[in-house]
């Protein structure tokens, strides 16, 4: 049942959003591309590199000034991190109009989450977000999970409504029931509902769990201090993200939660960047992001598919 139930609200986003393809198409790339050689995959990048380069030269007022006198195509990526200069979250606001290209719009919206307080939304196009959500799928495939397995959610937002009758609240649980999916707010964890939230999940009986590192973290502790243990009921990983996992962390939240732990690295700007698999590696995702480093540990990383 919940294979018709994830199916059907797969369908509706799809019309919804109207992406360029569906999410399943790209996981079954994405699931080939994994065995990949390293040449082929070097091919595949400095190809996708350098389209996104010419769509900027060719309809982005700001890339136009940028790219003037720049040999295109790239001969190697290498040459990218020398001739093409980063642009800050200070430059996408200033320059926003100037950055657009001919392909943006506004369905797909991204937002930071203001963690070092000056928010920025970031629009992206249909592709990248398709490859966003396939680049998910694919991790989960890796710990032997379904994309209709239910799960926990634990992730900060605002207060939530406390009326039990609200029309906010109905549209909540017609959503939780399709996404097949039980969301756990940060910001009500406490020493009571702690309670509640253990003996709806165990009636839940959901694959895996996800969330804020802290969050999941705070969910543990809370578990530990009411003593309630998930000895007869087991997910099959705990998926922390937003946050450095100190391995102490990891260690304890798989003690209190009796799984493994999986990282998962990424950013609004660009989604997905990284994920852990059952051996403790991270695996960067190759196939919709350019990353690398300076001499400083810099991070710098690009989106393949986002035209936008």
Known sequence: MNKYIYKIYQYLRFIKFGFPVKPQVILKLLLESQYWTKEKIYNYQLSKINILLQTALNSSDYYKKILKGIDLPLKEIGEFSIKIPFITKDIIKKQFEQLKTEYYCTKFKCTTSGSSGDPLIVYTSGMSFVFREAGFLRFLNWWDIRPYDKHVFIWGRKATIKSSNTINNMIDKV??????????????????????????????????????????????????????????????????????????????????????????????????????????????????????????????????????
């Open 175 to 308: 959503k939780e029931k399709f996404r097949l999916r039980y969301d756990i707010n940060v910001f009500d964890l406490n020493t009571e509902s702690i309670v509640k939230y253990y003996r709806d999940i165990i009636k839940f009986k959901p694959v895996f769990i996800r969330g804020y590192k802290s969050a999941i973290l705070q969910f543990a502790e809370l578990l530990e201090y009411k003593g309630l243990h998930f000895d007869n009921f087991k997910f099959k990983v705990a998926i922390v993200t937003a946050e450095i996992l100190l391995e102490t962390e990891r260690q304890y939240i798989e003690k209190i939660l009796n799984c493994k732990v999986a990282n998962e690295y990424g950013a609004s700007e660009v989604g997905q960047i990284a994920h852990e698999c059952p051996n403790g590696s991270m695996h960067i995702f190759e196939e919709s992001v350019l990353l690398y480093t300076n001499k400083n540990n810099d991070v710098f990383v690009t989106e393949y598919h986002n035209n936008s």
